[in-house]
């Protein structure tokens, strides 16, 4: 298998460009380039960015759906698929459980490996009326 590179810029919380101590725009690190293009998954529904026409997560759709545990299967079932179409993702390691439901927003405790990596990345994740937003990522031994 071979592995994954990515090369994305580096932008700090506010979202500025960061300058390497040598004077050079500073590039991000793997884990975080993937960590960045996940939630920019989750945030689109495929058929959003005309290049890509099969990227992104549909559980957008559900949005204003009563939550029902058909609801809150195809949202588990949605936020896999989309995990699973990342190629730098393991798997094997993606582990998904539902943690909130209101009638505005759902929340999600994700848990997924990177290719090669024995670090899992733990996120608490949703989505709402307002968009989608990150309450916690932390990364622990797997």
Same mark, same amino acid.
């Given at each position: 298998m ?7 810029l580096a932008?700090d ?22 960590a ?8 689109c529904?495929?058929g959003?960015?005309p290049?890509?026409?099969t ?15 058909? %609801?809150?299967?195809l ?7 989309? #995990?699973?179409?990342?190629p730098? *993702?393991e798997d +094997?390691? @993606?582990s ?20 090669? %990596?024995?670090?899992?990345?733990e996120?608490?994740?949703g989505?709402? #009326?307002?968009g989608?937003?990150? *309450?916690?990522? +932390?990364? @622990?031994?797997a």
């Open positions: 071979s592995r994954f590179t990515a090369f994305d932008f919380a506010d979202g500025d460009l960061v300058v390497a101590p040598n004077g050079d725009v500073a590039a991000a690190r793997d884990g975080d380039v993937l960045r293009d996940i939630l920019d998954r989750l945030a529904l495929p959003e960015l290049a890509h026409p990227w992104g997560c549909r559980i957008k759709s559900l949005l204003g759906a009563p939550d029902s545990p058909r %609801s809150r299967m949202a588990l079932r949605y936020l896999r698929e989309s #995990l699973e179409d990342e730098r *993702v +094997a390691s @993606i998904i459980l539902q943690v909130g439901a209101a009638p505005e927003e759902k929340v999600y405790r994700i848990r997924f490996a990177e290719v090669g %990596s024995d670090r899992l990345q996120w608490v994740w989505f709402g #009326l307002s989608p937003f990150v *309450v916690r990522q +932390a990364e @622990i031994q």
